[in-house]
């Protein structure tokens, strides 16, 4: 597995002094947290449905931001990558990864959006008692 980013999660003032490890590869996003206890959880990129980014006045003094990472991963689905510097230049790049993992998996984003009433069929999931 060949990195393609690392960056330790910065503390306030845009020191690196905290044991949160957030990286990506070509087809996954990792994030590793802890000291004694390491917990460890990944997101196929393929299943990433929005990437945006969040940059409060401390973190724009620092030159850092948030990047807000929307999922369909069933253990983290919504989780943050935080105080990351070049905060925009990451973002585009994990954005072009996960647009091309989406074209290589022929994934839409259709796929995972539902108002849970209809199926791909037009059938609400009941049946119809008449």
Not at 6 to 21: D, H, Q
Not at 80 to 88: D, G, M, P, Q, Y
Request: include cysteine.
């Amino acid at each position: 597995m060949d990195l393609l980013w690392k960056a330790r999660k910065r503390n306030w003032c845009g020191l690196p002094w905290t044991f949160t490890v957030y990286s990506f590869s070509s087809d996954r996003i990792f994030l590793k947290r802890g000291v004694f206890s390491i917990q460890e959880d990944e997101v196929r990129l393929y299943r990433v449905l929005d990437l945006s980014v969040r940059r409060s006045f401390g973190q724009r003094i620092f030159g850092m931001g948030t990047i807000e990472v929307d999922s369909s991963d069933k253990t983290l689905g919504k989780f943050e990558l935080k105080n990351i510097k070049k905060v925009r230049e990451v973002k585009e790049q994990l954005a072009q990864l996960v647009e091309e993992e989406r074209e290589k998996k022929r994934i839409s984003t259709r796929e995972y959006i539902s108002d849970g009433h209809d199926d791909d069929f037009g059938h609400d999931g009941f049946d119809d008692v008449r």
